[in-house]
């Protein structure tokens, strides 16, 4: 009948816009269900769940005979009831042949969805640190990043992403790899190391005998640092976040003084 055709393609928009709704308040925090590496399976999700809703409604309205307003309601709330039971997060983690079919595999569309957005957001954070910045270019990269989210995160925010913290630590663990790269003393980079909690880790000190070593190990755990620090700004939605652009630097010499008659070169 061309009324239960046009009932029947409205729930499916609805079922499908209010599956898309909860799809964002479930990764509200979490980052984006439609990044480049997660968009798909988002879209699977949406999609799988928004015809599960439409067809158990059109069931139920079909054998009870319901009014037709329930033929919209019941698409509309039906995604609500599978984010919030049997499609949640869990904390165990496994996976069971029994509950992807009881879920028409919305668990394993999940699971692959998350782990493109835990792809996505490697990549975001990746993007605003370059491997090629020197010690020093690398410390200002983590106080401007810290500086942007500072003043936009609320206090809560930034406890929770220990942004002051991470700072302290990427700075730490570069004055002391600087002592490395100026040539200083072992006892002198050694007593360094106990300055701080982020450079007291006992890892450290495996490679007190390798000072080259452990000048690579610290700059590879100021880098983590760092992306963890902007990984609080993903985390709070602000995708828009500036990479941090080194300043130009002064170059001298590039032009000769103008000669008087009598001089010669």
Not at 83 to 109: A, K, Q
Not at 157 to 164: S, T
Not at 199 to 216: E, F, G, H, I
């Amino acid at each position: 009948m061309p009324g239960a055709a046009v009932g029947l393609d409205v729930t499916l928009a609805l079922a499908c816009t209010s599956a898309l709704f909860f799809l964002f308040l479930r990764c509200h925090g979490q980052g984006r269900p439609f990044g480049p590496a997660s968009r798909w399976w988002a879209l699977a999700v949406v999609g799988v769940t928004g015809l599960v809703s439409t067809a158990a409604t059109f069931v139920v309205v079909g054998m009870v005979n319901l009014l037709p307003t329930a033929f919209l309601s019941l698409g509309v709330i039906a995604p609500s009831g599978l984010w919030l039971t049997e499609i949640r997060s869990r904390g165990d983690g496994r996976r069971s042949l029994l509950r992807d079919v009881s879920t028409l595999w919305l668990t394993r569309l999940l699971a692959r969805m998350h782990e493109g957005m835990a792809e996505d957001r490697l990549a975001w954070c990746e993007q605003r640190v370059d491997p090629a910045w020197t010690t020093g270019e690398l410390g200002m990269a983590a106080r401007f990043y810290q500086d942007y989210l500072r003043e936009r995160l609320t206090p809560q925010e930034r406890r929770r992403g220990r942004i002051y913290a991470q700072l302290h630590a990427v700075e730490a663990r570069l004055n002391v790899g600087q002592l490395i790269d100026n040539g200083a003393a072992r006892t002198k980079v050694v007593a360094a190391l106990q300055t701080s909690r982020a450079t007291k880790d006992p890892r450290y000190s495996r490679y007190q005998d390798d000072l080259s070593r452990l000048a690579d190990i610290l700059r590879h755990d100021a880098e983590r640092d760092v992306i963890r620090l902007v990984g609080s700004a993903y985390s709070a939605g602000y995708y828009r976040m500036p990479v941090y652009s080194r300043p130009r630097r002064a170059y001298t010499a590039a032009v000769a003084e103008p000669q008087s008659p009598g001089q010669h070169s």
